[in-house]
């Protein structure tokens, strides 16, 4: 029996058939044209990429300590937190693209050294949107035989089902929800600044930022958002957080409202109340035309001069709690 999706119009999210910001939050800057964003996209200057591939480290990602949570970013957006034997897989994109296509958003060389083999068995799948650099289908159908639940967005099980996860073990939320995945673990669906989509349908299901409590700890896990009165809003509400996982990269100031810029990531680090940020959404796809390491460049300066604490590690490089907070400039 085909299982029946929550409807969207319970959500406050949604109407006219599509879900909304809390704030105004066109997609594009008054002063700017799909035409001028076109050309901008097929001439960018070859520093968007990096010139040699990317150092990584190749971690066993089934020995990783069990006495404090442990973060391992994969590039991007994608990342494992684990503790206590409990894995938590986040928007994991390992087929070597962030398109449709697979001649298309190519990852960087060196950058995608982690694949769906390499992960341990997933108890808790998080995916936060339905971009295709966030949910990657192909990744997500060779890891199903070992994913034990997923938490998502309002509206995202049915491209879930299409990459072959069984829906009952789908759980859709709506912002504020509050799930219990295992004893000890709450997952609860916050606001971001964002928007959804996949091939020409825009808005059709909701994007999430997630707060994570993890026995004795508080993680935030950002997804994709530009910078609004939400992230005050989820510090006053469940911080303070042990760490704070936000992106930085893919801005441009044709788009100011749905991604952040590297100073706004600081910033809303602060507004969470967060003890470290760990900045992600950077060193894996060209997605806009930024030189690839001028986020961590400018979110680093931005951390530094507001003494907020960031941890910068290599892909693969395991960042762990209270204890280990790689912070080499890697990318110079």
Known sequence: ????WRSLNESKQYHDGKFWNQSPTPTMSEDTSFIKVLYSQLNKPAS??????????????????KDKPSIVWFGHSSYLVQYKGINILVDPVFSGHASPFSFMVKAFPGADLYKPADMPA??????????????????????????????TSLGVGQDLVDSGISDAIITEMDWWETQQPLPGITLTAAPARHF?????????????SFVLKLYDYTIYLGGDSGYDTHFKAIGEQYGPFDIAILECGQYNTAWPFIHMMPEETAQAAIDLHAKVLLPVHWAKFTLASHPWNEPIERVVKAATEKNLSITTPLIGEPVVLDEQYPRSHWWL
């Open 48 to 65: 968007v990429a990096p010139a040699k591939p990317l150092p990584v480290i190749k971690t066993d990602l089934h020995s990783l300590r």
């Open 1 to 4: 029996m085909e299982k029946q």
């Open 196 to 208: 959804s989509g996949r091939g020409l349908k825009r808005a059709g299901s909701l994007w999430s």
């Open 122 to 151: 997933i108890d808790i799948l998080v995916i936060t949107h339905n971009h295709y650099d966030h949910l990657d289908k192909k990744a997500i159908a060779a890891l199903q035989p070992n994913i034990k639940s997923v938490y």
